[in-house]
């Protein structure tokens, strides 16, 4: 089993071990006296879907024990590909962990604040310790805005996102969202036990857990099940990043793996022959044929999902609460088409991606190595790529953050700011070390700010690579208050549903002898009063301060007018 952060020191004997009775029983935990908290590991919110409870919905639980069950390890990883010699898989994963403040009044409510991790919907848990959340427990009480944190294990690939025609006619559907929402309302009804109030419950990911994010939001065309009051999404939003409605991908996939498996030559049904496949026969195959791993993502089953994400954005169809959206400066760097070396291979490019001519054309055009507005920030003119990415990456690599990210990160900010609910929009731009001989062309490339929301100063979970990555090793005690900043704004954002209120918080960055400016809501641009929307700029470095978000507009405007049309999405 996994354990708590390496370096974490348990309490002394005299210590009682912390215990909660929850719905269906009582867990035992641990303290940990490094932060002076209790934790409680493994979880279970779901029964474990096993067996007949394969590829469909997850089940509540219906039982209850007696006694106590140990809540002090991780419990297993959801199954993912590739895999890590380190983690232990399993299709039993359906389970959660609580971190909270030990000394608080049991008769407090606390807000709490729920961690959805990414991995594109194919790999990643919440045991990673990268995701320990002991950090910003511990910074919540030192800002005087205690809080509890919350992550959850959902299932990946296509134990999470099977999709095909046999699988929508079983009206089962996206089970690893739903895996999420299921952890949602069994913090509703099981969090007072741990002293958190479940009314004050705020949603946050990175990647694909912000695409998560932004699926609850839009969940059943933005129907409030009230099952948080804030959300926050990095690197991702309520728009997502696919195509959304590719049922003839997944449907190939689907009979592919039918086909592998000799499902389709069985008496029953290929998806009752499916859910009977022993757990080990059908990881060892998985492993074995990657192309029937990729792919599988949420999908439009005209229920969860019922329609395209960025037409029900656009039409105001989202679960009304305050949100904070950001994407990184070089999103692109981890996603663009490598090998291009000119705007002919960048035209075929798109067009073999199913970009029609025209649109390709523009795109082209647009993403220009000539215009220093469509270019990456950090990535000066002349930036020697590797041979492998081609001469026309930087260009390349713009239009993929844009066309992934930050395209749809504007286009909701501008949603939630036009039916008048608060959004917090922001720009993130620092580089920190965990990039190794790759930081000089990386820029602030997708995931690097996970380490600063988390405060992990450290670098946990880093460190563990081979050679080691520290995140910052080397860095300017700048970047060490950056992530003391962006952290205490998400705490605060969590109490108040604004970043900005917490004590210190212009006086954050010592180290650069500035007054850190607030956070403004953002606003859709007005002529009339020459107003434009603005978004906060994250740096570590330089400074942070507040920056108009016009930016590449030609480009985003008409990478979100075609959606639909071109992405599908």
Known sequence: MAVLSIGATFAAPQHIPPSVQVKNGTYQGRYVDQYDQDIFLGIAFAQPPLGDLRFRNPQPLNSTWDGIRSAEEFAGECTAYPQSFKANYTEDCLYLNV?????????????????VHGGGFNMGSTSNPRFDMSWMVERSVKMGQPIIGVSINYRLNAFGFLSSDEVRASSHSNFGIRDQRLALHWIQENIDAFGGDPTKVTIFGESAGAASVGLHLTAYNGRDDGLFRHAIMQSGN??????INDTALHQRRYDALVAATDCGNAAMSTLECLRGIPYESLDALLLKRPDLVGNWVPQMDGDLIARHTSQKVAAGDF??????IGANSEEGTAFGARGID?????????????????????????????????????????????????????????????QMFIA???????????????????????????????????GSTHFVEVAFVFLNLEGRGYVDFDPPQGVFDGLSESYKDLARLISSDWIAFTNHGDPNRWAGRQAAAVTLGMAVPSWPRYRVSGEKCGRVPE????????????????????GIDLINSVDIAVFDR
């Open 99 to 115: 971190w909270r403040p030990a000394n608080e009044p049991r008769e407090t409510s606390l807000p709490v604040l729920v961690w």
């Open 238 to 243: 309520p728009i997502f990043y696919r195509a």
């Open 319 to 324: 679960v009304k609460v305050p949100v904070i």
């Open 342 to 402: 000119s705007s002919e291979d960048f035209l075929a490019n798109l067009v073999q991606n199913k970009v029609p001519p025209g649109v390709a054309a523009e795109l082209v055009e647009i993403y220009s190595n000539d215009s220093p507005d469509q270019v990456l920030s950090n990535i000066p003119p002349g930036t020697p790529f590797p041979d492998a990415y081609g001469h026309d990456f930087r260009r390349v690599a713009t239009y993929a953050g844009d």
């Open 408 to 442: 749809h990160r504007r286009a909701s900010c501008e949603a939630w700011a036009t039916s008048g609910t608060p959004a917090f929009c922001y720009r993130f731009n620092a580089i920190p070390m965990n990039h190794g001989t790759q930081r000089s062309w990386m």
């Open 535 to 554: 978004v906060f700029l994250f740096e570590g470095d330089v400074t942070s301060r507040v920056e108009a978000d016009t930016y590449r507009k030609d």
